[in-house]
């Protein structure tokens, strides 16, 4: 069972991914090909964890349970246009 808490840490540990690709960037330890590659399945990540945190609080506020929300897929939450 996902917690709120347990997708925040998920979050914290993808935005120093983030943080940790444009240093070695910068340090000239991977190619801006690469960065960009490895930067976009971080964000692509990033998008389906705010999208499962939205769907939780959504269930919690119209009094379903937020444990019952799923992860969907990356192809759904980049296309997604509500």
Do not use: P
């Amino acid at each position: 069972m996902t917690t709120d808490g347990g997708i925040h840490d998920i979050i914290n540990s993808l935005v120093e991914e983030e943080k940790k690709l444009r240093t070695q960037l910068a340090d000239h330890e991977i190619s801006k090909d690469e960065e960009h590659e490895r930067l976009h399945d971080v964000e692509v990540q990033l998008d389906r964890c705010w999208d499962l945190l939205r769907q939780r609080g959504a269930a919690r506020s119209t009094g379903g349970n937020a444990d019952d929300a799923t992860v969907r897929t990356a192809e759904v939450v980049e296309h997604y246009e509500g």
